[in-house]
């Protein structure tokens, strides 16, 4: 069975002089991208491509040097397509407490190799757990592009 989740582990590079920096949303936002394509192409096995990245809201600041998270789910499928459930968890390497820095929900394609959208594996659901995460997402979603 393929994998339907990803963690990604890193120290937060040091971009600036001086230690403790904050690093930039932009950043962040790259590796919640990183995770849900690694996520994303494990579970199509083919290149993938972000479709939807939605609400981010940054709940603390990430500072270099910190120890990161970012912990790509599954939550559901559709024919060519992978909602997903991303959320980048960071602390202090001194301290053993990670703290949530954002969670969104992200959509991908899968790709073939001539770039169009191919069908993908389908996935559902079957814990408590998962089936929460998969209303939450489909949520997430459905609110994002009701403002576009």
Do not use: K
């Amino acid at each position: 069975t393929s994998m339907h989740s990803i963690t990604l582990r890193f120290l937060a590079p040091h971009l600036t002089t001086h230690a403790g920096a904050r690093v930039s949303g932009g950043s962040v936002l790259g590796w919640v991208d990183e995770a849900g394509f690694a996520c994303a192409s494990a579970w199509a096995r083919s290149d993938c491509v972000t479709a939807f990245v939605g609400n981010a809201h940054f709940l603390r600041p990430v500072h270099a040097g910190d120890l990161v998270e970012v912990r790509a789910h599954l939550a559901f499928t559709g024919e060519t397509s992978m909602s997903l459930a991303i959320e980048v968890h960071t602390g202090a390497l001194a301290s053993s407490e990670l703290h949530m820095v954002l969670h969104c929900a992200a959509v991908y394609v899968a790709l073939d190799a001539t770039g169009a959208p191919r069908e993908v594996n389908h996935f559902s659901p079957e814990t408590p757990g998962d089936m929460a995460l998969a209303q939450q997402v489909q949520a997430q979603i459905t609110a994002a592009q009701a403002v576009q």
